[in-house]
């Protein structure tokens, strides 16, 4: 059921699973090309031992950051878009 008890259609949860996979894929791109700009030097060139600490664990916290900020922003997104354009609503601001 949605907020306004409603049950929702299938073409409706069909495009919320396909929304929660494209967000899900595209935060595991983002943080992975995060991660690997910011650590992979550290695995390329070398560096001391505290250096590579350094740049893994930023590029671990990074890549983290990046996957939550991504899979949020695109759910919300789709929330907010979601709403007004639903079929058989007389109510305007639904």
Known sequence: MDAH????????RDAITIEIGY???SAVFAA???FG???????LFGPPPAVRSLLVGS???LAVVVFSARVVSVLVRFDRGSRPGRPGRTNPES
Do not use: I
Not at 5 to 12: A, F, I, L, V
Not at 37 to 43: L, M, Q, R
């Open 23 to 25: 967000a899900l894929c």
């Open 32 to 34: 992975a090309v995060l």
């Open 37 to 43: 700009a910011v650590a992979g030097p550290a695995y």
């Open 5 to 12: 008890g409603e049950r929702r259609t299938q073409g409706e």
């Open 59 to 61: 590029g671990t916290v």
